[in-house]
């Protein structure tokens, strides 16, 4: 049983003290579970980690969940992904509550528009940078132009998106790529 609380502490000290996502979590998690607690080696962390950003949800959670279901099985799985979001589902129901009170308030309601237009203005620097670094080719700037039309004006679901654009990405490489070998 004390290992089981010592889980649930640590990761809920891990929750609380790291801003930033899953990589801003990393230190932290070396500190307590590798060096403090023995509870993995670096590399098992390491292989965690990158099993983490490979599954769905996030990587912290499943990071957590790893450790856990380690050291206790499933209840320990269990118990150092509750450690883990405890924090954060505090914290948020906190904030929840506070601003329910003020949603009517003119100005938060104008603070939350500037939110938004910020939150906009990041995504779209994020789009010209992955496409600058992504859509190079002619037939990837037609591809990225489909997948947007259909997206934005056809409203078809994504999946079918990705799906498409896997496909005739494969279909590319077998009739251009294989002849000079690298395919893009």
Known sequence: MREI?????????????TFGGGYAMLPMLEREIVNK?????????????????????????????FVGYKRRGVSGGIVATLGIVAPSLVIITMIAMLLSNFMDNQ???????????AVCAMIAKSVVKLASTS???????????????????????????????????????FAHGKKRGNGV
Do not use: S
């Open 5 to 17: 609380w010592e889980l649930f502490a640590t990761f809920f000290r891990i929750g609380i003290c």
């Open 37 to 65: 607690n023995k509870w993995a080696t670096m590399e098992e962390l390491l292989d965690y980690f990158a099993i983490g950003q490979c599954t769905p949800g996030i990587i912290a959670v499943n990071t957590a969940t």
């Open 107 to 117: 100005i938060v309601m104008h603070a939350f528009a500037g939110i938004r237009i």
């Open 135 to 173: 859509v190079r080719k002619w037939w990837q700037i037609v591809l990225a132009v489909a997948a947007f039309a259909l997206a934005a004006l056809v409203k078809i679901n994504t999946i079918y998106i990705v799906l498409g654009t896997i496909a005739c990405g494969v279909a590319y490489y």
